[in-house]
């Protein structure tokens, strides 16, 4: 939710700040899904592949913020010199899923089993 709505804010600082919100909220996830664990809601495979999704994405929001904080020191050090500022292009082609994962990303994507979770 936070992600979204920091992007329809259209200034790379406001999406920056919402972005943080969701990493809080993703981390905070990750942990309580451990905890649930202990608790006998999950068993531990299940809680695992929860947590391998949530840290890949941690790790891809993180490195959205990285982008969005460069695109903020950009946007300030125009302004003091009076230029209008855009945000560059960072891909010099463009880029399969497969490769934007692993080369953008710097990290494979965890190998989720999808299965439906019954709360009966």
């Given at each position: 939710m936070n992600v979204a709505e920091g992007f329809r804010r259209y200034v790379p600082a406001e999406f920056s700040r919402f972005l943080g919100y969701a990493l809080s909220s993703m981390e905070e996830a990750v942990r309580r899904t451990m905890d649930g664990v202990d608790r006998g809601y999950f068993t531990e495979d299940e809680a695992n592949n929860c947590a391998?999704?949530?840290?890949?994405?941690?790790?891809?929001?993180?490195?959205?913020?990285?982008?969005?904080r460069s695109c903020i020191a950009e946007e300030r050090a125009a302004r003091k010199r009076g230029?209008?500022?855009?945000?560059?292009?960072?891909?010099?082609?463009?880029?399969?899923?497969?490769?934007?994962?692993?080369?953008?990303?710097?990290?494979?994507?965890?190998?989720?089993?999808?299965?439906t979770i019954r709360t009966d």
């Open positions: 391998a999704l949530g840290r890949y994405a941690i790790r891809t929001a993180g490195k959205l913020n990285t982008y969005l230029e209008p500022w855009r945000p560059k292009s960072r891909r010099t082609k463009p880029a399969t899923t497969e490769q934007a994962t692993t080369e953008h990303l710097g990290a494979e994507q965890p190998n989720i089993e999808h299965r």
